[in-house]
């Protein structure tokens, strides 16, 4: 059974950093792509970045390139993706969620096609 458990997440002051942590366990998560998601109160969840298996393939939402960087560390059957946040804005603010799905090798940005989700860290930055 595939688990995704985020954690890294907190309450910081903008221009800070902070680097997340997803730890993927259930099955091999080799050649596929995994992603971060994120959602503020009362939006909607968007599209942060993903990684394909071998981390030659990034891609990022325009609001946090040159900020964020996604890398992954792979294992037979545990596999640890992170995003390393830095110059964080209040606009950041949101709960941010780890996302896999058995089929996806390359970028996809939608949020439909991603069949597992993890329970999602929250990052607070105040101004």
């Known amino acids: 059974q595939v688990q995704l458990v985020e954690s890294g997440g907190g309450l910081v002051q903008a221009g800070d950093s902070l680097r997340l942590s997803c730890a993927a366990s259930?099955?091999?998560?080799?050649?596929?792509?995994m992603a971060w998601f994120r959602q503020a109160p009362g939006e909607e969840r968007e599209f942060v970045a993903t990684?394909?298996?071998?981390?030659?393939?990034?891609?990022?939402a325009d609001s946090v390139k040159g900020r964020f960087t996604i890398s992954r560390d792979n294992a037979k059957n545990t596999l640890t993706v992170y995003l390393q946040m830095n110059s964080l804005k209040p606009e950041d603010t949101a709960t941010y969620y780890c996302?896999?799905?058995?089929?996806?090798?390359?970028?996809?940005?939608?949020?439909?096609?991603?069949?597992?989700w993890g329970q999602g860290t929250q990052v607070t930055v105040s101004s």
């Open positions: 996302a896999f799905a058995p089929r996806i090798i390359n970028t996809v940005r939608a949020r439909w096609p991603w069949d597992y």
């Open positions: 259930g099955r091999s998560f080799s050649i596929y792509t």
């Open positions: 990684i394909t298996w071998s981390g030659g393939n990034r891609d990022y």
